[in-house]
């Protein structure tokens, strides 16, 4: 098939609302064949239902994580004070905000998710490409959280048990227990995701003032046993203000960018559901930064505390939450944990990629079918491997995670925003052919802004633990800013090779 050219020609099968909404006009027949499914298909107007609570509080949910936690206490560890670790992941989610909403604009405006949205840039086959690359880094972190989740299960029932629990027989390295701990909380999760989207946003609701009621007492039962707030605050910087602190901040900030940059490709999956624009843009700006930067101040005071107290600093809350005296503080403190990881894993780690799945084959894979998929490879990325060294594989992880799916959200901006000015052709993003079908379903371009952003991103990249060495060592001074290379080079490569395929025609 040859590069198909966009037409000037205002599609008709289509209607746009008085508030901008986007639905096929009545009559209409929804679009079927290969690239179309119901799970795939643009949500209808009035099922465009969650307001700006509803997407605030899903941020809450999911801003409030053992991994989240772990990444803010993390940068205490390394030598940072309270000022400089709320500071730098302020900053960082203040940043990440802007690709969220410029990108989760065509959520409710189209009802469509992630992988149909990649389409107009990457092609309506091409799309699979983001959509898989987006779909397994969302196994990996889903099989990590649900280790997480199911350690918390395995000391929640050992307080409740004795020892016959925690001292079990070790199978793999694990006790047994743990293992059967690890499988509940699978279960657990592919019970909620089964449901469908409105479970997910119930649970979301409740979940979401509960994690943060949870961390408020941490913060209070902490305090009690380093005798006030005072020596909290108290613990200094290892690094001062100076060049150490600026060379560790560049690669910090680019890590906290990198936790996010996941969400920042898929959260049209969510803002899909949105009332107006007003709700998904309000409700995301009052949930990330604002909630993100709270608790990570709570996660760093807590983290204070156990130096002070303990001579240490214990970043991981469950570790902290077994060193209690109290049955039901750590009881309480493990069911917050518990419903943390689970608030977290199911709506940033089942959701999306179970659309990008069905994205690959819309006619077999359905959303339950590709969540399903998400919670078998999860297990078989073997979870409990890549946690036995959480600093190294989080920070390593995520810059790489970061550099690569800048690259993507670099893409979809410029196209999206720069060629189209928002403005999409429904029925094109599902059938061969029309004008999102480029050349054989790819638009080789993205491919190439693809591929040059991420090599520039993360070639210079240290892989350890993963790995020994940098694959380009000489792009090794890009790698501590690999999120923002990642997203200007793809940027600015895509425009300038459709600037050449467009010139003397209207990109719709």
Same mark, same amino acid.
């Given at each position: 098939?040859?590069?198909?050219? *966009?037409?000037?020609?205002? &599609?008709?099968?289509?209607?746009? /609302?008085?508030?901008?909404? $986007? +639905?096929?006009?009545?009559? =209409? *027949?929804?679009?079927?064949? &290969?690239?179309?499914?119901?799970? /795939?298909?643009?949500?209808? $107007? +009035?099922?465009?239902?969650? =307001?700006?609570?509803?997407?605030?509080?899903?941020?809450?949910?999911?801003?409030?994580?053992t991994a989240s936690w772990t990444l803010a206490s993390g940068l205490i560890a390394v030598g940072m004070d309270w000022k400089q670790a709320v500071f730098t992941i302020a900053l960082a989610n203040v940043i990440v905000l802007i690709p969220m909403l410029?990108?989760?604009?065509?959520?409710?405006?189209?009802?469509?998710?992630?992988?149909?949205?990649?389409?107009?840039?990457?092609?309506?086959?091409?799309?699979?490409?983001?959509?898989?690359?987006?779909?397994?880094?969302?196994?990996?972190?889903?099989?990590?959280?649900?280790?997480?989740?199911?350690?918390?299960i395995y000391f929640l029932a050992g307080k409740l048990i004795g020892t016959g629990w925690t001292d079990a027989a070790k199978v793999g390295g694990h006790a047994w227990t743990m293992w059967l701990s690890f499988a509940i909380f699978w279960a657990l999760q592919v019970v909620i995701i089964h449901r469908g989207m409105e479970t997910i946003r119930r649970f979301e609701n409740w979940a979401a003032p509960f994690v943060l009621v949870g961390a408020f007492v941490m913060l209070w039962w902490?305090?009690?046993?380093?005798?006030?707030?005072?020596?909290?605050?108290?613990?200094?910087?290892?690094?001062?203000?100076?060049?150490?602190?600026?060379?560790?901040?560049?690669?910090?900030?680019m890590g906290m960018i990198g936790f996010w940059s996941t969400l920042s490709l898929n959260i049209p999956d969510f803002t899909r559901y949105g009332k107006s624009q007003k709700a998904q843009t309000r409700g995301q700006a009052l949930g990330l930064p604002t909630t993100m930067t709270l608790f990570a101040f709570l996660s760093v005071m807590v983290t204070s505390g156990s130096q002070a107290v303990y001579g240490e600093a214990i970043w991981d809350p469950v570790q902290l939450a077994a060193k209690t005296d109290s049955t039901a503080g750590l009881l309480f403190a493990l069911v917050t944990v518990l419903v943390a990881t689970l608030s977290v894993n199911v709506a940033a780690n089942l959701v999306s990629p179970a659309f990008d799945f069905s994205n690959i084959a819309p006619r077999r894979i359905n959303f339950r079918a590709g969540a399903l998929a998400?919670?078998?490879?999860?297990?078989?990325?073997?979870?409990?491997?890549?946690?036995?060294?959480?600093q190294g594989y989080i920070f390593t992880w995520l810059g790489?995670?970061?550099?690569?799916?800048?690259?993507?959200?670099?893409?979809?901006i410029?196209?999206?925003?720069?060629?189209?000015?928002?403005?999409?052709?429904?029925?094109?993003?599902?059938?061969?052919?029309?004008?999102?079908?480029?050349?054989?379903?790819?638009?080789?371009?993205?491919?190439?802004?693809?591929?040059?952003?991420?090599?520039?991103?993360?070639?210079?990249?240290?892989?350890?633990?993963?790995?020994?060495?940098?694959?380009?060592?000489?792009?090794?001074?890009?790698?501590?800013y690999g999120w923002a290379v990642g997203l200007g080079t793809s940027l600015v490569l895509y425009l300038l090779l459709m600037a050449q395929r467009n010139r003397g025609r209207t990109a719709v």
């Open positions: 098939m040859t590069d198909t050219a *966009p037409t000037a020609t205002p &599609p008709t099968s289509q209607l746009t /609302l008085a508030d901008g909404r $986007v +639905e096929f006009a009545p009559g =209409t *027949p929804a679009p079927s064949g &290969p690239y179309a499914n119901e799970d /795939l298909l643009p949500v209808p $107007v +009035e099922k465009r239902t969650w =307001t700006t609570y509803n997407f605030s509080a899903l941020w809450v949910g999911m801003a409030h994580n410029l990108t989760g604009h065509a959520g409710p405006k189209y009802g469509i998710p992630f992988p149909v949205f990649a389409r107009a840039s990457f092609g309506v086959r091409g799309a699979n490409l983001p959509a898989v690359v987006r779909a397994l880094v969302a196994c990996g972190w889903f099989g990590i959280q649900t280790w997480i989740g199911g350690e918390a902490m305090s009690g046993k380093a005798g006030g707030f005072g020596p909290l605050f108290d613990q200094p910087s290892k690094l001062g203000w100076g060049a150490d602190f600026w060379k560790l901040f560049a690669p910090a900030l998400t919670c078998v490879l999860g297990v078989l990325i073997l979870p409990w491997k890549l946690y036995s060294d959480p790489l995670v970061g550099g690569l799916l800048g690259t993507v959200a670099g893409i979809l410029a196209d999206y925003w720069i060629l189209r000015r928002s403005r999409l052709d429904l029925a094109d993003l599902y059938r061969a052919g029309g004008r999102y079908w480029y050349t054989g379903g790819w638009n080789w371009r993205a491919v190439v802004a693809f591929a040059a952003g991420g090599v520039l991103a993360v070639g210079g990249a240290s892989f350890e633990p993963l790995a020994d060495g940098r694959p380009i060592p000489a792009l090794a001074g890009l790698a501590d």
